[in-house]
Nanobody, 125 residues
Framework: QVHLVESGGGSVQAGGSLRLSCVAS?????MGWFRRASGKEREGIAT????????NYAASVKGRFNITQDTRKKTVHLLMNNLKPEDTAMYYC?????????????????????WGQGTQVTVSS
């Protein structure tokens, strides 16, 4: 069982930036970031196939967020730029070990079997 540890959440003003990090205890096929805002369902926002440049972004964050990886350290980062109040949510790192043949990794949470504890991001206007 892979374990994930997130870090990097916090509070920032609109327009600011934050970087989230997630360290995995072992290698996986894909990792990503999901978020759940208060009163809403959890949504996938950025995912990546480990060891490749194939990534996927939700429309709401595309162009503002960037997912990167350090495969040697089994770590993925989420750089969040131009943050908006609607980005306020609990952010979760996830990992999945099943390759379904998709050219880009899914944003569907059902494709991910391991989850971190979550880190809060709060963006004030």
């Amino acid at each position: 069982q892979v374990h994930l540890v997130e870090s990097g959440g916090g509070s920032v003003q609109a327009g600011g930036s934050l970087r989230l990090s997630c360290v995995a205890s072992d290698y996986t096929i894909k990792m990503g970031w999901f978020r759940r805002a208060s009163g809403k369902e959890r949504e996938g926002i950025a995912t990546v196939y480990i060891g490749t440049d194939r990534s996927n972004y939700a429309a709401s964050v595309k162009g503002r967020f960037n997912i990167t990886q350090d495969t040697r350290k089994k770590t993925v980062h989420l750089l969040m730029n131009n943050l908006k109040p609607e980005d306020t949510a609990m952010y979760y790192c996830a990992a999945g070990g099943i390759f379904r043949g998709d050219s880009i990794p899914s944003l569907d949470e059902s494709d991910y079997t391991t989850w971190g504890q979550g880190t809060q991001v709060t963006v004030s206007s």
